[in-house]
């Protein structure tokens, strides 16, 4: 009887080690899915596409109705857009490149661009579309 | 005496103080929260012939040809045969096209000029008369 009462008093402290377990595994979930997408940095309107799909993409280039070509919010020369391509794939090697091409820009300037991304190593290259109801597409 | 004294302080508890790195991965996590976006990009996925596809030699009359001219007229050719329509009968086009070839490849041609909203369109019309692969060219370049 006397040792029952003789044990020390417990502290009153919560026990924070679960939820220590949970943040750091909320953390490393948030280090691994963020993904940096850079914009382009013009507003263009883009076509409407009914079979228009989510990509999951972070190399993003924009094309203006006047041809200029955009990329991580400044305007660059098709010379230059192999290496940019390249320098952002070494960064994110599964990222699929996207381009976002205005309604009206030259679409000569776009299948140049194409080939220069091709250039730069990448194996997936869509079109930026809005996509749209089939009932819906004008 | 100063020996003894040192002796009679309490041990203190051998304790690492995590506070700090609380505070740290807790900013780390705020930080990543808020820089994550979940926001895909939506597109169509498009092919470009490569210059070793170019070896491939495909039968002219397997490809159904879709040529977008400069002023915005639609050109389909298929075995030969290639009549002037409208965008609205791309579709319908194709999908006649593919019914007797399923296998068939579809190619979009555009003049430079032609606007880049057409080219979407084909190549989006020809991908819902069940193409699986669009296939994009330049007519000159």
């Not at chain 1, 919560?14 to 909320?26: A, C, E, G």
């Not at chain 1, 070494?90 to 250039?119: E, T, Y």
Request: charged residues 20%; proline residues 6%.
């Amino acid at each position: 009887m006397a040792r029952r009462h003789a044990t020390t008093e417990e502290e009153a402290e919560i026990n924070i080690t679960p939820m220590l377990d949970m943040t750091f595994i909320l953390l490393i979930f948030f280090i691994v899915t963020t993904s940096f997408v850079r914009p382009p940095g013009v507003e263009v309107n883009k076509p409407p596409a009914v079979t228009a799909e989510s990509m999951h993409s972070n190399i993003l280039l924009a094309v203006t109705p006047s041809g200029q070509i955009w990329m991580n919010k400044q305007k660059i020369t098709l010379d230059q857009v192999p290496g940019l391509v390249e320098s952002a794939r070494a960064q994110a090697p599964q990222g699929n490149v996207v381009i976002i091409v205005d309604q009206d820009a030259p679409s000569g300037m776009v299948v140049r661009l194409m080939g220069q991304v091709k250039l730069g190593g990448a194996t997936s290259i869509a079109l930026g579309a809005r996509p749209v109801d089939s009932n819906g597409g004008s | 005496m100063a020996r003894r004294r040192r002796f009679e302080k309490k041990p203190e508890e051998a304790e690492i103080n995590i506070t700090p790195m609380l505070d740290m991965v807790f900013i780390m996590l705020i930080f990543f929260i808020v820089s994550t976006s979940f926001i895909h990009e939506s597109g169509i996925n498009v092919t470009r012939p490569s210059k070793g596809s170019q070896n491939k030699v495909v039968k002219e009359s397997k490809i159904v040809l879709i040529q977008i001219k400069n002023d915005g007229s639609i050109e389909m050719s298929y075995g030969g045969a290639s009549r002037t329509v409208e965008l609205s009968a791309v579709r319908p086009e194709v999908e006649k096209d593919l019914a007797g070839n399923p296998d068939a490849q579809v190619v979009v041609a555009v003049s430079p000029g032609a606007h880049a909203g057409l080219m979407v369109e084909a190549i989006d019309r020809a991908k819902q008369a069940g193409a699986k692969k669009v296939s994009l060219a330049s007519t000159q370049s």
